[in-house]
């Protein structure tokens, strides 16, 4: 137990309650949108939030891993179950906490027969497929929160159809503060990225200051006068030697 706090430092403690502080000012309003997206109430996601964080603390081994809610698990975790319940709130809980024992359970077996190499057969493709489909289901999913609207399906293509044919249904204001908030988030997503990329396609003669004693033939790689040789005479060469 308390294996993530070998070699801890007492002087990093007052920085790791700041840092504390704010992961929980973060993790609460996150923790309550991610239970939503799962479908489930709001307090199931403070309950998420919370005592995850002190079982890895207990028996964790890292402290630079973060332990939080996933919109991946939850959307998942809504795909699975809402079908299921046919609507029984209470009979939804029981399958989500159901499927989150049996999550474990596999997590738990699959550690003991180090079964971690299955992540390297995931190819960048495939991987690229599952966050882009999981980020249609999720965007579907707050869609109609974002519109103040109701929605009667919980499928993805059906409350898809919904959404685009109850145009007259939307809520004006909350649609006029939604669109406002995103085109705001989006705005700064780009502002960064253009500060980031910026930064990073800076030579390096100009953050150390000797950019008027580079010279364009000093920067480029010099480039070969003769045609490469060929794969089979560069073999022949060797067996002769």
Same mark, same amino acid.
């Given at each position: 137990?308390?294996?993530?706090?070998?070699?801890?430092?007492?002087?990093?403690?007052? =920085?790791?309650?700041?840092?504390?502080?704010?992961?929980?000012?973060?993790?609460?309003?996150?923790?309550?949108?991610? +239970?939503?997206?799962?479908?489930?109430?709001?307090? #199931?996601?403070?309950?998420?939030?919370?005592?995850?964080?002190? $079982?890895? #603390?207990?028996?964790?081994?890292?402290?630079?891993?973060?332990?939080?809610?996933?919109?991946?698990? $939850? +959307?998942?975790?809504?795909?699975?179950? $809402?079908?299921?319940?046919?609507?029984?709130?209470?009979?939804?809980?029981?399958?989500?906490?159901?499927?989150?024992?049996?999550?474990?359970?596999?997590?738990?077996?699959?550690?003991?027969? =180090?079964?971690?190499?299955?992540?390297?057969?995931?190819?960048?493709? @495939?991987?690229?497929?599952?966050?882009?489909?999981? #980020?249609?289901?999720? !965007?579907?999913?707050?869609?109609? &929160?974002?519109?103040?609207?109701? @929605?009667?399906?919980?499928?993805?293509?059906? =409350?898809?159809?919904?959404?685009?044919? &109850?145009?007259?249904?939307?809520?004006?204001?909350?649609?006029?503060?939604?669109?406002?908030?995103?085109?705001?988030?989006?705005?700064?997503?780009?502002?960064?990225?253009? /500060?980031?990329?910026?930064?990073?396609?800076?030579?390096?003669?100009? !953050?150390?200051?000797?950019? /008027?004693?580079? &010279?364009?033939?000093?920067?480029?790689?010099?480039?070969?006068? $003769?045609?490469?040789?060929?794969?089979?005479?560069?073999?022949?060469?060797? =067996? /002769?030697?």
């Amino acid at each position: 137990m308390f294996r993530s706090l070998d070699g801890y430092r007492w002087g990093w403690l007052p =920085r790791d309650l700041t840092a504390g502080l704010l992961i929980v000012a973060l993790a609460i309003p996150l923790s309550m949108g991610m +239970a939503e997206v799962a479908g489930m109430p709001p307090i #199931a996601g403070l309950y998420s939030c919370v005592l995850p964080l002190v $079982a890895y #603390a207990l028996f964790g081994s890292s402290p630079q891993l973060v332990v939080a809610l996933d919109a991946s698990t $939850a +959307a998942l975790v809504a795909t699975a179950v $809402a079908p299921l319940a046919a609507g029984d709130p209470i009979r939804y809980g029981a399958l989500a906490g159901l499927v989150a024992i049996l999550v474990g359970v596999m997590l738990i077996a699959a550690a003991c027969m =180090r079964l971690g190499v299955v992540t390297k057969l995931l190819t960048p493709p @495939v991987l690229l497929g599952y966050q882009a489909g999981l #980020a249609v289901v999720v !965007v579907l999913s707050q869609l109609p &929160r974002l519109l103040g609207l109701q @929605v009667e399906h919980s499928e993805t293509l059906p =409350r898809a159809f919904e959404i685009t044919t &109850r145009v007259d249904a939307w809520s004006v204001p909350t649609t006029l503060l939604g669109g406002a908030a995103l085109a705001v988030y989006l705005g700064g997503l780009s502002a960064g990225e253009g /500060r980031r990329d910026s930064v990073d396609e800076t030579p390096k003669e100009y !953050v150390n200051g000797s950019h /008027r004693e580079a &010279r364009p033939e000093a920067m480029a790689s010099p480039v070969p006068e $003769a045609r490469p040789a060929s794969t089979w005479a560069v073999r022949a060469a060797n =067996r /002769r030697n």
